[in-house]
């Protein structure tokens, strides 16, 4: 049974962008706009560094597409109970890629890339850390390619992983996918309050905004150009328009 109540998807603005010919749709409830910030709607330019918001040497140089905010009360109550934080970003995989993945279209590569990922971000928060008991307590992280889930939507393959550092804040949830062979999208997700009463029933909402974030992301829809949908079926002769 669901405790939850949030934003109406039935009653949605689109916010669409244009990523070098293929073209993104994410659909935001219409009472989040308040609470949405989107970048122009088409991206030019994804070679040239100016492009980037984030543009550090030492990570991916990064995009920002939109962010906004889900709000979520108990049912039958106007009181919020908790939130769950969405950012949309374009990262360019350039030479951060390692040398033996060859392309984002492949499933293998992909799923290995973003393992190799994870475990850049285990190292960077271990090294912050400094701590072995607070690290084994609070770092959630995968252990194992097997940990991360493909989600096939629309023509769309979806990588998912949870992780982060949960002694303070709830671990994220992160969905990537690739857009162009050196473009990935990312769609973070955080989540924040349900925390009130028992463990249990904490454990139970966050079960249910889960659900609520996997229907989000099978929300989002992606047309490749023609260009970009002819090399994903050359790799993976398996992903339709």
């Known amino acids: 049974m669901n405790q939850l109540q949030g934003p109406n998807f039935e009653r949605v603005t689109i916010s669409s962008f244009d ?5 993104l749709y994410i659909p935001i409830p219409e009472e989040c706009n308040g609470d949405t910030q989107t ?7 994804l070679d040239c560094d100016s492009t980037y918001d984030v543009r550090d040497p030492s990570y ?3 995009k920002y597409l939109l962010k906004s905010t889900f709000r979520y ?8 109970v908790g939130r769950v ?9 350039d030479l951060l890629r390692p ?29 912050s850390i400094n701590d072995k008991e607070k690290t084994d307590k609070y770092l959630v992280i995968p252990k194992s390619i097997e940990e991360i889930k493909e989600l096939k939507f629309e023509g769309a393959s979806w990588l998912f992983a949870v992780s982060g550092y949960a002694e303070v804040t709830k671990p994220y949830r992160r969905f990537i996918t690739p857009i162009t ?13 349900f925390d009130f009463g028992s463990v249990e029933l904490e454990q139970e909402l966050v079960a249910e ?8 992301i099978k929300s989002i829809r992606i047309d490749y150009s023609p260009e970009t949908l002819a090399e994903i079926q050359r790799v993976r002769g398996d992903v339709t328009a």
């Open 19 to 23: 990523i070098d010919g293929t073209h």
């Open 39 to 45: 970048a122009d709607s088409k991206v030019e330019a």
């Open 60 to 62: 991916f140089l990064i």
């Open 73 to 80: 009360a108990a049912i039958g109550n106007e009181l919020e």
């Open 85 to 93: 934080r969405i950012e949309a970003d374009l990262l360019k995989v």
């Open 99 to 127: 040398q033996i993945f060859k392309t984002n279209f492949s499933q293998d590569d992909f799923i290995g890339f973003y393992f190799s990922i994870l475990k850049d971000d285990e190292c960077t928060y271990i090294a």
């Open 181 to 193: 062979n050196n473009h990935i999208l990312s769609i973070m997700v955080s989540i924040g309050g």
């Open 209 to 216: 905004v889960d659900q609520y974030i996997l229907d989000f």
